[in-house]
T-cell receptor
Framework: EPEVTQTPSHQVTQMGQEVILRCVPISNHLYFYWYRQILGQKVEFLVSFYNNEISEKSEIFDDQFSVERPDGSNFTLKIRSTKLEDSAMYFC?????????????FGSGTRLTVV | DAKTTQPNSMESNEEEPVHLPCNHSTISGTDYIHWYRQLPSQGPEYVIHGLTSNVNNRMASLAIAEDRKSSTLILHRATLRDAAVYYCIRGTSYGKLTFGQGTILTVHP
């Protein structure tokens, strides 16, 4: 079964450093998303991306965050200057068709630890 | 605001059916009902979704009330691998899924 692949599985970074989280969505999918989950808390929406532009973003997704689909296969989330509170699991997801009548496939996540 | 209400936890025995309820009394006519589950230390996994009619797939069945104010996810024969947090979510445009706390399902051998 096709999978969404996320790398790395775990990243440790120092506060103030830039990090890039990488995702390879399923090849024929056109809609891409990032979510995050702080330990013990709900899964939170960050951003949706379609046709090389952001469709919707949450209040969490401020100027520190950016997304990119650099080469037609990867989908990246960049955090420019990490803060302690950015420590969380970050999940990438993709879907073949647009919402709301379609399910998403999520990756296994990247655990980001900011120290 | 997830705008769905689910019990915090439920328990089941292995090989028995499980009915996971969800209330969504303020649902609009175009909102789909999605169910996802999250196993420990994994990303959410799509289970099923529907609009008005009952739906079946290889994982589960979804029964939607006629007035669409509630729905029930049915696992026909629970296994230990079905132990997870189950989320009932209203599907909106642009793909934003608003996760609530979900229902923690415990399956006893």
């Amino acid at each position: 079964e096709p999978e969404v692949t996320q790398t790395p599985s775990h990243q440790v970074t120092q506060m103030g450093q830039e990090v890039i989280l990488r995702c390879v969505p399923i090849s024929n999918h056109l809609y891409f998303y990032w979510y995050r989950q702080i330990l013990g808390q709900k899964v939170e929406f960050l951003v949706s991306f379609y046709n090389n532009e952001i469709s919707e973003k949450s209040e969490i997704f401020d100027d520190q965050f950016s997304v990119e689909r650099p080469d037609g296969s990867n989908f990246t989330l960049k955090i420019r200057s990490t803060k302690l509170e950015d420590s969380a699991m970050y999940f990438c997801a993709s879907s073949e068709q647009g919402p709301p009548n379609y399910g998403y496939t999520f990756g296994s996540g990247t655990r980001l630890t900011v120290v | 605001d997830a705008k769905t209400t689910q019990p915090n936890s439920m328990e089941s025995n292995e090989e028995e059916p499980v009915h996971l309820p969800c209330n969504h009394s303020t649902i609009s006519g175009t909102d789909y009902i999605h169910w996802y589950r999250q196993l420990p230390s994994q990303g959410p996994e799509y289970v099923i979704h529907g609009l008005t009619s009952n739906v079946n797939n290889r994982m589960a069945s979804l029964a939607i009330a006629e007035d669409r104010k509630s729905s029930t996810l049915i696992l026909h024969r629970a296994t230990l691998r079905d132990a997870a947090v189950y989320y009932c979510i209203r599907g909106t445009s642009y793909g934003k899924l608003t996760f609530g706390q979900g229902t923690i399902l415990t399956v006893h051998p």
